[in-house]
Structure formats: C-alpha cells, structure tokens
C-alpha cells in the first residue's frame, strides 16, 4: 500500500514526520495517517511529494514497471558522464544489443 512506500521514502531521506509536514504545509499527524493508511494525500500532496523524493506518481503509488527504474538509473549516469565516458557505454550497449538481437539495430 501508499502508506508503506511514503514511510520509506520519508525514512530514506531522514526526516521527521514534522518536518515533512512542515514541508507540504500539513501536520505530522496527517503524515503518520498517510502512512498507516488511515488517509490518502490529496493529489497536489501526492504531487508534491513525488517531486519531493524525485519519483514518478506510478513509482509512489507502486505501479512503475522495474524496467522503467532501470532507465532511469541509466539515464542519470548517463548524465554524470564524460562525453568519453558515454561513446563507451553506447559502444558496449551497441555490442550487447547485436548480441541478443543479431547484426540488425534498431
């Protein structure tokens, strides 16, 4: 449920429930109701809280494909590479795709 996934997120980023309330502009008691199910967010909170944790909606609400986490973490390094460093990892990717799928790319 909703409620298990916002408590690690809050817990993964070290904050209190106060002090995520006081970020979403809602009291720590409306936070542990989220968390224990009692309640859902509103919309512009589940928002707000996604941009918060840098996740998607799907990925806060459990429905993100594991596929779509990879990219990703594939997109974010991909960023934090030098251009040498990403013709490398094109060149692999190049490599492992002709392995698995033949001469013919995509």
Known sequence: MIGERLEA??????????????????????????????TDPSMDKLNAIADLYGVSLDELCGRAAPQLKEIAVMSRAMRLMTPEERQDYLKVGRILYKKAFGEAEA
């Open 9 to 38: 997120l809050r817990k993964g980023k070290k904050l209190s429930r106060a002090a995520l309330g006081e970020m979403l502009g809602v009291s720590a008691t409306a936070v542990y109701k989220w968390e224990t199910n009692q």
